[in-house]
């Protein structure tokens, strides 16, 4: 279970961030709104995911990281609110809606939860915090999930609205429980991975919304998402190295270079030739297109493998025969697909008209 959600919530948290950033780098207003839900979305689920894969390989487990995911659930109880309050404007835009009311009761409600997040006697720091205001500060936010899965399904024709609801639904359908009931029965928390699903789908809708059609400005764009994640690897080698007074070698070291150097030194090389071949081979991209979603596939697990392994091993974590194992397959894994997208992008590219 350990292994299984820290690839999960990591692999969510780079699929969110990595579909906002190419929507904020679109020129329409309302794919840059659509993109900036998503990083906060993503962003602040990390404040909350990170704590719960670091628990997970840590000594102390998840007693000991108690005030890092008591901290994590305050800033993700914030940004789960803006994120609403962004789709608000989102669906507002979409369906020309100007209602005052409409305006003042999802601000008021938002409001409120922050109010009600940020008063002492939730206990933040420690866990599981005060139950009775865990409560509390939920009321105004399913209030706000109910108005919005109203509105979204009385609008559900609008352009980019039609299955909102549903997901908004299913959200809070899975997350509510774990809120009422996680406390008296632990095994309520699995709840959390088919919300974290439905949120996904959000952001991947209207990512699918506003870019429809692969182009060659995609490689592009992905080789700036690697650029990020990139540098981000590199703070995160560094930063929690030095948080866990960890001096030696580990394999956060290596994901920084396999970001810039097969994610986007690679991408552009290959969106340079895109530019160069495509005005002879207009299926050129068309024919590149499933060769990059291997090499994207294979990268994320070949990089996230690096990720949890070299967490691990800063952590002291003690590895067993089962861990061992799982952790080098599936990082085989990654690189066989990695190798196999290559291949099929060197054959695509040797095969094109000159």
């Known amino acids: 279970m350990a292994l299984f959600e820290s690839i999960f919530d990591i692999l969510y948290l780079s699929l969110v961030i990595a579909l906002a950033v190419q929507l ?35 000594a102390t487990g998840f007693a000991g990281n108690a005030a890092l995911l008591s901290w994590g659930k305050l800033v993700t109880s914030l940004t789960m609110t803006l ?64 108005l919005l899965i109203i509105w979204s399904y009385q609008q559900r024709k609008a352009e980019g609205i039609k299955h909102m609801a549903l997901l908004i639904s299913l959200s809070f359908i899975f997350y509510l429980p774990v809120v009422l009931w996680v406390n008296m029965i632990p095994m309520m928390g699995v709840l959390m991975m088919p919300k974290t699903v439905a949120y996904f789908l959000i952001v991947y809708l209207g990512y699918r919304r506003f870019m429809p059609k692969f182009s060659v400005r995609n490689v592009a764009e992905m080789a700036f998402v690697y650029l990020i994640f990139g540098l981000a690897a590199g703070i995160f080698f560094r930063e929690f190295s030095k948080a866990y007074d960890f001096s ?6 290596n994901m920084h270079g396999h970001l810039i150097a097969l994610g986007v030194i690679g991408l552009l090389i290959v969106y340079a030739l895109l530019i160069v071949l495509q005005p002879k081979n207009p299926q050129l991209v068309k024919k590149m297109k499933l060769p990059l979603l291997l090499w994207h596939i294979g990268l994320s697990i070949s990089v ?13 974590y003690h590895y067993y025969g089962a861990i061992v194992a799982a952790v080098a397959g599936t990082a085989g894994i990654g690189h066989i697909v990695l190798g196999v997208a290559l291949i099929l992008s060197l054959k695509v590219v040797v095969g094109a008209r000159y």
């Open 248 to 253: 030696g070698s580990s394999s956060l070291a």
């Open 24 to 58: 904020v780098l679109q020129n329409d207003r309302r794919a840059k709104l659509f993109g900036l839900m998503g990083l906060v979305l993503g962003i602040g689920d990390a404040f909350h995911l990170l704590p719960r894969v670091i628990s997970y390989w840590s």
């Open 304 to 316: 996230i493998m690096m990720m949890i392994k070299g967490m691990i091993e800063v952590l002291g």
């Open 83 to 146: 994120f609403y309050l962004l789709y608000f404007h989102f669906l507002r835009q979409q369906t020309a809606d100007k209602s005052k009311l409409k305006l003042y009761l999802i601000y008021g409600l938002a409001l409120l939860r922050i109010v009600l997040t940020l008063l002492p006697q939730n206990q933040w720091g420690t866990m599981p915090g005060d139950y009775t205001f865990a409560i509390l500060r939920n009321i105004p936010f399913a209030a706000m999930g109910l």
